[in-house]
């Protein structure tokens, strides 16, 4: 017997008929006696619709009303899947986030969760009961409905596996799990059977919208096991684990890329010290993340060009930023949304020299242009132009090694 | 300063600029000055929608899970009426029935309210906030969200106008008030400027969809001002009153039909005493409201025909609860859906002598024959052929001298 979280995104209870493929998997693992907690997300599109009406009827809205309308999506999916499991013969019940309680903090819209209660949860699942909820949504001291966030729901789940001790977390998606690269244009892209939290957290951080990155941070800081697996399909997924259980180590486990970035460059900016901080600070003051940064003096040494990136949403807000700053001095502001970056993950890395110069290599080979570069100790990312993403991460996938036979 | 409850239903939220005109008219109460408390149901179709989602899903569907399901309805109007009115200006908040809370007892599906907190609500009227409550919905002693039943919003104004001593509880609707007929098969029908909590009670008894019969019954008791008017148009709708604010009062207030009963006539029963108690009995336990009764001796007095009414929805399942009680001897079972109830309601009958008369004189003169007869103190109904409904109803408009001139 064994205690299992499950978790099924929008795709997975897009339709009434999709709520019965999940009852039916749910049954499976009740059949083998495990104990079973199931998370749903909003059907598919509900959410956005909801989040459209609040932007419609109040442009600048109330991050606690934006909650309240919101939220709703989840409840109605958790009813229907109790219902559907009752009608198939599996004892279950439903749960809202306020009612288990998911106690979180009041940033409302991007809420943390501070505790759980799991009381009433243990007891349902001993006296076996599937217990079903909504997930997404907590409550907070006010006693008012939170939300953790878009893929929230990630996070609900990892954090009850994570509190009740549960054996497995089981993330059912529209993919079959994780990639060695993006198989709509790398179409050799093969599954992972296993990879680490560390590389899955810069998976989730780079984009891939596989898992919520909070999701991964917090399985890896509770060392619960996530699996990521189609809710459409009857193959195993992706584990996601801890270093150790991986004997094998790959020296790169994935590519991946992103091009929802945009570059800015300062040209001229004079070149006196904590001239970068003042920028930066600037920028984090209006709640935008910069990404990548490259410095360069220029011969005299009296000015600087600074580049980085932010994401390509929060541009013209950035832009707005450093116009209105007069106390740093620039000749001009260079902006570029055609850019990719591009990035190589693996723990490998770790132990194996070389791996930027190949890359560096790779992409010279097919005269790509590298205009920024950034690394971690698990991860090489370069900025380029964009209309080579493709191109680059084939070459790439073949370089270390990756392509299916 | 006026503490004012209002109630908007599904066709007054509809869509967002139905929301928007809502929150028009809210506006309106507070730029006069008066604290405002406003319930809200789901935007039209929506509760239809889940109820039909939920008995797909499930066709003997748990209650407890049903109410997850379709309360989640009243929680989206709330939060985008919330926004709304802070969009133009008016302090709001939303809330929910749990957060309140409006306790109620378990009956799922058709809960009924024990106790309303009422210290935050009159908190935050004090500091002039306008209070948007979901309608339709409380919460259980063992922390599951109820349902009132359809209609129940109502409900939830009048318990919470008593509950917070307010000055008035005006139910926004898509009609303008309560008219002496249905104007769509009576031109002449014309609107009524008061009617008694009585009558009102009688009326909605009766199939006039404009209130939940339980929450006049509860205004009654509590001796809540309840308006009806049209969220649509400016005009003032119908006063719901005691009989005492009506000094000229009218004979017959208003006509009514209803096409939704079904005749059961169970023939050559045995008559013995305690016949009828026996048959009543087992409907009663099998969950059917009977409405009219006749029992007619045949001449020997050994048997007799008991014929009486229920719900159309509960014709199949009386049916099978008659045929299989053993103990009831009976030669045959007829049952006839195609009958119309009609009404005439009147506390001025009271006084007046006569008015059943003129009602069964009126419906000879058309040749329209009387099925069977129930009466109460101020209403008179009788069952006839449904194919007469409409000749019958205008006929009576214009005995009681109600037709618009």
Known sequence: MARIVMKFGGTSVADLDCIRNVAQRVKKETA?????????????????????????????NDAREYDMVVSSGEQITAGLLALALQDSGVPARSWLGWQIPFKTN????????????????????????????????????????????????????????????????????DVEGVYTADPRIVPKAQKLDKITYEEMLELASLGAKILQTRSVAMAM???????????????????????????????????????????????????????????????ADGNINVDMIIQNETQD??????????????????????KSATNIHHEAIITDKNVAKISVIGVGMRSHAGVAASMFKTLADKRINIQVISTSEIKISVLIDAEYTELAVRALHTTYGLDAQ
């Open 301 to 322: 040494g009296k000015k600087t060009d600074l580049t980085f990136t932010v994401a390509e949403k929060d541009l013209g807000k950035a832009q707005n930023i450093l």
């Open 106 to 173: 009041k940033m409302h819209g991007a809420a943390r969760i501070d505790k759980i209660g799991t009381d009433e949860i243990t007891k349902r699942l001993e006296e076996g009961t599937v217990c079903v909820i909504a997930g997404f949504q907590g409550i907070s001291d006010d006693n008012r409905i939170t939300t953790l966030g878009r893929g929230g729901t990630d996070t609900s789940a990892v954090a009850l596996a994570a509190a009740l001790n549960a054996d497995r977390c089981d993330i059912y998606t």
């Open 32 to 60: 083998n006696n495990n104990q079973v907690v199931v998370f749903v997300s909003a059907m598919a599109g509900t959410t956005d619709q909801l989040v459209k009406w609040v932007e419609q009827i109040s442009p600048l």
């Open 221 to 283: 800081s509770h060392k619960v096991r996530v699996q990521v697996l189609s809710s459409f399909t009857n193959k195993p997924g992706t584990m996601v684990v801890d270093e150790d259980e991986i004997v094998e180590k790959q020296i790169v486990s994935g590519i991946t890329y992103a091009k929802d970035e945009a570059k800015v460059t300062l040209v001229g900016v004079h070149n006196t010290p904590g001239i970068a901080s003042e920028v930066f600070i600037l920028l």
